[in-house]
């Protein structure tokens, strides 16, 4: 069962931009002691779209005309509303708020888009109680940020919800089985309706959600959107209320609260290796093992610090991780800033995948195993240091010709098995593009070269094998309306011991009356 705490911020536009204000000083500041409001742009001039508490004695409110509340309040200080910038610092308290909980999941327009929900079920017990978290998190709040807050916790988003904005009590915790009861005395408003549904509500004579549960409910369903009704059942838990969490909720998650704050990289090590020892029990006992991690770094002024960092092959060495996250730090040293010091460090799985228990002694299989394990480390530790794109691997395509029977793409997992290797001359280095040979003299049309220049340079061949035949990959050049010509490659020397990679492109007197010749690639 969920336990949902809403946090409500009040004012939150006002707060949020005195705060970027604080940071980026302009040349003309906002007295936040006089009256202030945001503005939009609205049909019939611009409105009101928040306002602070002086402006609102003054008997200001969200809606009016900006014109009119200048005739009301003398010295207004007018501000443009930004809500792309209210959104994103809302999404970057709602990661803050993940030392409380893995989901926190910040309100969208439909319910103020002025503060987050967080799903506490089976986090409350690590502050003593529900009731302590709200006070630590409502402390923290105000300490870190300034901003004052209204908290409920409830069985469901609706009803926590509803009981921030509107109960007496600041901090508020119902107990489950009693929404009905709490939200019966609450106004229309507190159902999150849509301002036309909530006018015609209270012209109809509905003031309180609990005149609606009193009636009948085929008249409502009848006259009202579907939202009344949906609102209703999901502030009681009657249907689902998924909420959308800021981050990917992870598979397995601990977290540590500290009682000193930590600054060095030795110890935000030292801590999560602690708490990948507590997941590796949890991982052993699911037979699973990590294939993608996050580390969150809580800084005390409220900032946070997320390092994600991706494996090849599942694991649960506690090592290896250890040394991945030292690496990541390392590489990132000149964005990660410890300011003031992180109070609180958690370590999360993102993506796990099966990691069988496995036979590692008396085996044949064992040095194989040992050897794909290494190999593995030594990807994660280059992605790391690197970045995840700079490090490739070479993957097997099922094509005949050499410049199409490989890939280079970004490592994502196992190696694909490469076909039995061909005991055909392959060269170490093969060329991007096929270069054209000029000049080449053979003693017969289809035989090998003689001589060829290549590069502006001249090459007398001293030895030669091959041919190795390779036919051209009909059924592509069939959807372009062309022939495919064989190739026949030939391994030659040079007098100075150079060795080519040549071909013939296409077959004397069946497939063309003069073949030419390309370099494709050399030999060490």
Not at 48 to 69: C, K, S
Not at 81 to 89: G, S, Y
Not at 467 to 477: F, K, M, Q
């Amino acid at each position: 069962m969920s336990r949902i705490v809403s946090v409500w911020l009040p004012r939150w536009p006002i707060f949020r931009a005195l705060a970027a204000q604080a940071k980026h000083p302009l040349s003309k500041q906002v007295d936040p002691d006089r009256p202030f409001v945001l503005a939009v742009v609205a049909t019939g001039g611009p409105r009101i779209a928040a306002l602070n508490e002086t402006a609102e004695v003054l008997g200001l409110a969200t809606g009016d005309l900006l014109a009119d509340a200048r005739a009301k309040a003398e010295f207004l200080q007018v501000r443009d509303a930004d809500p792309a910038a209210d959104d994103a610092a809302l999404r970057r308290l709602a990661l803050w708020a993940t030392r409380y909980t893995p989901t926190a999941s910040p309100w969208n327009e439909a319910n103020g888009a002025d503060g987050f929900f967080l799903d506490i079920a089976g986090a409350a017990h690590l502050f003593g109680g529900e009731e302590k978290l709200l006070a630590d998190l409502a402390a923290k709040l105000r300490k870190n940020f300034g901003l004052p807050a209204r908290l409920a916790v409830a069985d469901t988003p609706g009803a926590a919800w509803a009981l921030s904005r509107f109960h007496k009590t600041p901090a508020f915790v119902l107990l489950s089985g009693q929404e009905a009861t709490a939200l019966a005395p609450l106004p229309i408003a507190a159902l999150r309706l849509a301002p036309e549904t909530r006018a015609t509500l209270r012209r109809l004579g509905f003031k309180t959600v609990g005149m609606l549960l009193d009636k009948p409910r085929a008249p409502f369903a009848a006259r009202f959107p579907t939202e009344l009704l949906r609102r209703v059942d999901q502030a009681l838990g009657r249907i689902d209320e998924p909420l959308v969490p800021i981050v990917a909720p992870p598979v397995y998650h601990s977290l540590r609260y500290l009682l000193e704050p930590i600054f060095t990289h030795d110890a935000i090590i030292a801590h999560a290796n602690r708490l990948m020892q507590t997941l590796v029990h949890v991982l052993t006992r699911d037979d699973v093992g990590v294939r993608g991690l996050r580390l969150c770094l809580y800084n005390v002024d409220g900032a946070v610090e997320t390092i994600d960092i991706g494996l090849t092959l599942p694991t649960r060495d506690v090592a290896h991780v250890a040394r991945l996250i030292a690496l990541k730090l390392e590489a990132l040293a000149a964005a990660c800033d410890a300011g003031f010091g992180f109070d609180a460090i958690g370590l999360a799985v993102t993506c796990a995948e099966p990691m069988p228990a496995r036979q590692t002694e008396f085996t044949s299989a064992t040095e194989d195993g040992n050897r794909t394990e290494r190999c593995a480390a030594l990807i994660d530790a280059l992605r790391q240091r690197l970045g995840q794109a700079s490090v490739r691997r070479f993957e097997p395509v099922a094509s005949h010709l050499p410049e199409r029977a490989e890939v280079l793409p970004p490592i994502d997992g196992e190696a694909s098995a490469w076909p039995e290797p061909e005991q055909k001359p392959r060269p170490l280095l093969l060329l991007p593009h096929a270069e054209p040979a000029e000049d080449v003299t053979a003693l017969v049309p289809d035989g090998p070269p003689r001589r060829f220049s290549w590069r502006g340079v001249t090459y007398d061949v001293t030895g030669a094998q091959g041919p190795e035949r390779i036919a051209g990959e009909w059924w592509r050049h069939r959807k372009q309306n062309q022939h495919a010509l064989t190739r026949d490659y030939y391994l030659v020397e040079d007098a100075g011991g150079h060795r080519f990679w040549l071909f013939r492109e296409g077959l004397y007197g069946r497939e063309t009356a003069a073949a030419q010749w390309f370099v494709h690639g050399l030999f060490a």
